[in-house]
């Protein structure tokens, strides 16, 4: 009878142990890199875009109303503070006007597929990621087994027994959490320490193709609704991005990376060529005075 009323607390706590770290490490395998989900990861001081729509649900059934009571308890509504009203500034002085705007447009997500060096980064850290998500259910299987193995021999262990297997189980997977959290964690900052790399150089490539143009404003082409391909720089820039950075530094495998910034590359192309202007018409020979 004592080790039947001892073996509740493996019917209650185990399986909720269980499921919590299921969960958790469930949660740390389903991230995925920043750069993939943005449109505009490499172009700093821009608003992100407003994110698609989602589809239309169903509407929820009406509820009903609340009762008297109900309307008692529920907490009253923040009062509405007033703005106050816009001020009469004056007039600041004229300033000089900017010049006239020369426009450009680039696909950045475009470049970023076609980048050498953001694929390799791609492989590597997906690869990291997999090997993570197999040890990751290896480890959550080694729970269940341990957890139908410590409710089989509930019947044969004294209530100290279950206590300390219960407490190893315990152990095992608060360590188990701590390692895969911080495995997690190595891997983003690796992979963030990689895209850095390549956000800086293209930061450079494109205003070094921008100025080759005489661009001073470039745009992203999925906010353009109409432009015409002379306006396009996204080859040109993802050919000088390739040419430049054909390869990033990227961490060893369960390495933290570096805290100071990696070195930036010390090799240089010239601005690619602008057309060359046309040559004036020859003036005809002026024939000799008699």
């Known amino acids: 009878m004592q080790h039947t009323c001892s073996a509740r607390p493996l019917r209650r706590v185990a399986p909720r142990v269980i499921a919590a770290a299921l969960l958790a490490a469930g949660m740390l395998l389903s991230q995925a890199p920043a750069w993939a989900q943005s449109t505009d990861y490499f172009v700093p001081g821009k608003p992100r875009p407003a994110p698609h729509a989602a589809p239309a ?83 959550q299987n080694t729970w269940r087994e ?71 404003l470039v745009l992203h082409r999925s906010q353009v609704a109409l432009n015409v391909n002379e306006f396009d720089i996204t080859d040109q820039v993802t050919a000088q991005l390739n040419k430049l950075l054909p390869a990033v530094k990227i961490p060893p495998d369960g390495v933290a990376p570096p805290t100071t910034a990696p070195t930036a590359p010390v090799v240089t192309l010239p601005a690619p060529d602008k057309p060359a202007p046309a040559k004036p018409a020859a003036a005809p020979a002026t024939p000799p005075k008699k």
């Open 57 to 139: 649900r169903p509407a929820p059934p009406p509820r009903p109303a609340p009762t008297a009571a109900q309307q008692a308890d529920a907490e009253p509504a923040p009062p509405q503070i007033p703005m106050p009203p816009v001020p009469e500034l004056p007039a600041l002085p004229k300033g000089a006007s900017p010049p006239a705007a020369v426009m450009g447009v680039i696909g950045v997500p475009e470049v970023m597929r076609a980048s050498v060096a953001a694929q390799e980064v791609e492989k590597v850290i997906s690869t990291r990621r997999e090997k993570l998500n197999e040890d990751a259910q290896k480890e």
């Open 146 to 216: 341990m957890q139908q193995s410590l409710a089989g021999e509930r019947g044969k262990l004294s209530p100290e027994q279950i206590r300390k297997k219960e407490q190893e189980l315990q152990d095992r997977i608060t360590t188990a959490q701590k390692k895969f959290r911080e495995r997690n964690m190595i891997i983003q900052e690796a992979t963030q320490y990689a895209l850095n790399q390549i956000q800086a150089t293209l930061i450079g490539v494109i205003r070094q193709v921008s100025d080759s143009h005489g661009m001073n």
